[in-house]
C-alpha cells in the first residue's frame, strides 16, 4: 500500500461526520506528498465512500466487529496495517478512535500522535501541527524512526466540503479474530437528548464565551440577543459549567450554524468553536485581547471590556 490509509467511523451505515474530515486531510496529504489514498472501515461498507477519489476501501467484515471493542477493532486494523504496510494511518479524533487507536498504536510499538490541526509539508517530510495547553501553543511534529506513522485528526481542523470524488474499489477482508480475544463487552451506547432549540434556523445568534467570568453575567449578553432579537449560543465551557445548556453550544461537539449574523462575546477562537460558526454571513467579535483567534475570522472587530462594549450597544439599539 505504502500510502495513506484513513480509518473511518462508521454507526449503522452512516459516517461519522468527522470521518469526512480526516478523509479530506488524507485526501490533502497525499496530493502534496505525491502519496495513494485509502480508506478503512469495521463492522460494514457505507456505500457513499466509492463516490470519493480513493485507491481503494478496505472493509473489514466480521461477526465480532458489528459491535465495536477496543480490542477486537485494534487486533483487526493491526492485521490490514501487517498486510498492507501503509506508510501514514489517520483517525478521526472521536471518542472511538481515543479509546483504541494508541492501543493499536503501540501494539506496534509505534505512539499516536493526536488531536492534529493542521500541517505542512516541508522537504517532502509531513510536519504535523498540535495544540498544548489548551491551545494556548501549537507544537509541530514529525515522525521518526520506521512506518507506520499514527496521528488523528481534530474536528474542524480540515474541510469535508473540499474531498475529491471520484471513484473507489471496495476490497472485504475478514480478519481472524476469536471471542478469547475480546474480554469486553460493549454496553449501550450513549445517546444525546433531542434538541429543543434549533440554533441552525437563527438569523442573528450572540454567542457567549469565558469571558463573561460567571453565571450571574449571562443577562448582560442576554440583553443584547433581546435587543436584536437574536438567539442565545455559548462557547463549550459556558454550557460545561451548566451556564446555558447543553442545547445551545455551538462547535464541533456543539451545533453547526450559519445566521446572516454571529456575534461572539468573550470567545477566544478556538478551532472547535470556528468549526460551528464560520459558516456565518457576518461576524462581529468583541474581546479585550487583540491577539484572539477570533478576529481573524470577524468581520467587524470590537476591541474592549464586553462588560462596557455590550451594555453601550444595547443603550445605542434601545435608541
Ligand atoms: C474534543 C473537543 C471538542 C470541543 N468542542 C467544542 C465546541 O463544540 N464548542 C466550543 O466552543 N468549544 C469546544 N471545545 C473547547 C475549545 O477547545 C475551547 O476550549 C473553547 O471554545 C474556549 O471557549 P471560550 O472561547 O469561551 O474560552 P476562552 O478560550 O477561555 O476565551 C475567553 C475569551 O474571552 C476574552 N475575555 C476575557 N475577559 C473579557 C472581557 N472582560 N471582555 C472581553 N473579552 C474578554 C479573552 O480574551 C478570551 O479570548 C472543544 C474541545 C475539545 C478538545
Redesign the pocket.
Known sequence: MSGILAVLEQRDGKLHKMSLEALAAAQEFGGEMGLPVFAALLGAEVESLSGYKLEKVHVLEHELLKEYTADGYAIALRQLIEKHGPKFVLFP?TYQVRDFAPKLATSLGRVLVS?VVGHRVENGTLVLVRQLF??KINADVRFEGEAPYFASI??GAFRADKLEAGTAVVEKMTPALTAAQIPTKPLELFRESARAVDLSAAEIIVSV???I?EAENIPVVQKLAEALGAELA?????CDNGWLPMER??????QTVAPKMYVA?????????LV?MKGAKIIVA????PE?P?FEVADYGIL????Q?VPAIVEELKK
Not at 474592549?304 to 462588560?307: K, Q, V
Request: no cysteine; glycine share 22%; proline share 2%.
Open positions: 479524533h488531536d489548551q491551545g481534530q474536528a464565551g469565558r469571558g467570568r455559548a462557547s463549550r465551557p459556558i453550544q455551538v462547535g464541533s461537539s456543539g462575546v468573550g470567545i477566544s477562537g478556538a478551532i472547535q468553536h460551528g468583541i474581546n479585550k485581547d484572539a477570533i474592549g471590556d464586553l462588560f462594549v
